[in-house]
């Protein structure tokens, strides 16, 4: 059973427009975050310049990860960035993106995070501190509700996402109605084999990884989990995808803030001092490939989980193969090759969709609006 790959070859899909009108505003945004000398910029020019002229040119052989990236991109380089794999081609963006900014050159620019000004500028925002003093609120609902709140918080909070708003802007409604919600299955397994492992594979810092970190110190307090593991990005990637310097920020963040949310941060340092908590950082998850091909050590951490929690719109591409599935292809289909049970939260930023009726989905499509790209729609998916 499979489906087309998502090309960014197509005209007027989304994908093309990735290529077109994000990466090169990404450029320009990038650019002017930090104050880079004269060999970065020019190494910026050139990276604008390949995108514009749209060949995709090798890494340079003395990157770390040369070798691993001819593996992966055997057949693609050299090509349009268009012509091969949506997910292969953005991931070896943001790829070629850090070699221009020396993240992993000897230099004064290696290890600096060419997106950590917006996302600092995110963590330290008025909405944060909104958003935290929403839980002094909460504490007082019944216990169910407030664990429905808090897995609401962190399916919305992906739609924080600082790459998405470089094109999209923020003025996304959210919508209502989830086109699938099974919320009560993903308790009831949490509840069925607890206390288990939980094992979220995280996307995005600041607005998205404060939520997920608030659920993740719920299953740990009310003893629904022996640990969590948090699966972060080893490097900088799709902008705002949270690092583990994005994991400590996080929880300073949280142990610093007043009221309830204090209270959270303070158990979750402690969870991080006694290994209750922990940020993993595979290089697979800056690889350009489906879970499926994910290597054996990652599915053997995975299987152990009694629950693995995908986050956000590439995790679920990665999940399901980034791939014109029919929208009513069962989810639990797709992911069989999962190695254990595993729920996707998720807003909908790009045109892969699995597990939605037919009827929802002309329905949505009767109102001409692009609900599966803007972000305005959200998912949660399991298979147990
Ligand atoms: O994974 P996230 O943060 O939810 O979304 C990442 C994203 O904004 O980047 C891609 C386009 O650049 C899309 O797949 C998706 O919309």
């Known amino acids: 059973m499979d489906a087309p790959p998502i090309m960014g070859?197509?005209?007027?899909s989304y994908a093309l427009g990735v290529f077109r009108d994000r990466h090169p505003a990404l450029l320009r945004q990038v650019r002017e975050a930090l104050p880079y000398t004269p060999d970065r910029h020019r190494a910026l020019d050139r990276l604008a310049d390949e995108v514009a002229r749209d060949v995709m040119e090798p890494?340079?052989?003395?990157?770390?990860?040369?070798?691993?990236?001819?593996?992966?991109?055997r057949g693609?380089?050299?090509?349009r960035w268009v012509d091969v794999p949506f997910l292969w081609a953005e991931s070896y963006f943001y790829r070629k993106l850090l070699a221009a900014t020396g993240?992993?050159?000897?230099?004064?620019?290696?290890?600096i995070d060419p997106f950590g000004p917006v996302k600092q500028a995110e963590l330290g925002g008025p909405e944060v501190d909104a958003e935290l003093a929403a839980l002094d609120r909460a504490a007082?609902?019944?216990?169910?509700?407030?664990?429905a709140g808090l897995l609401l918080g962190s399916l919305w909070g992906n739609r924080a996402?600082?790459?998405f708003k470089i094109t999209q802007g923020d003025e996304r409604e959210r919508a209502s109605e989830l086109v699938v919600d099974d919320s009560d299955l993903l308790w009831s397994l949490v509840r069925d084999r607890a206390p288990g492992r939980i094992c979220v594979l995280a996307d995005n810092a600041g607005r998205e990884l404060l939520p997920d970190l608030l659920l993740a110190d719920h299953l740990l307090a009310e003893g629904l989990a022996t640990d969590v593991v948090l699966h972060v990005k080893p490097h900088p990637y799709f902008v705002s995808d949270a690092t583990p310097a994005d994991v400590a920020a996080c929880v300073r963040r949280l142990a610093a803030a007043p009221g309830q949310a204090g209270k959270a941060g303070g158990r979750l340092w402690r969870a991080m001092a006694d290994g209750r908590l922990s940020p993993r950082a595979h290089p697979f998850s800056c690889a350009p490939l489906p879970y499926r091909d994910m290597p054996d050590d990652l599915r053997a951490e995975l299987a152990s989980a009694a629950l693995t929690i995908t986050k956000g719109d590439l995790n679920y591409r990665r999940l399901v193969g980034d791939r014109m599935w029919p929208v009513d292809t069962p989810f639990p289909a797709v992911t069989a090759y999962f190695p254990g049970p595993v729920a996707a939260l998720r807003t909908l930023k790009s045109d892969v969709l699995t597990g939605v009726d037919a009827g929802t989905a002309a329905r949505l499509d009767a109102t001409g609006?692009?609900?599966?790209?803007?972000g305005t729609h959200a998912l949660i998916q399991v298979r147990a």
């Not at 070859?9 to 007027?12: I, L, S, W």
């Not at 993240?103 to 290890?111: C, L, N, Q």
């Open 76 to 79: 693609m380089i050299g090509r």
């Open 369 to 374: 609006e692009p609900w599966r790209t803007s």
């Open 59 to 73: 890494l340079d052989p003395s990157a770390h990860d040369f070798a691993a990236w001819a593996e992966w991109g």
């Open 140 to 147: 007082a609902s019944p216990p169910g509700e407030r664990a």
């Open 161 to 163: 996402d600082l790459s």
């Open 9 to 12: 070859n197509v005209p007027g």
């Open 103 to 111: 993240y992993f050159e000897d230099g004064p620019w290696r290890g």
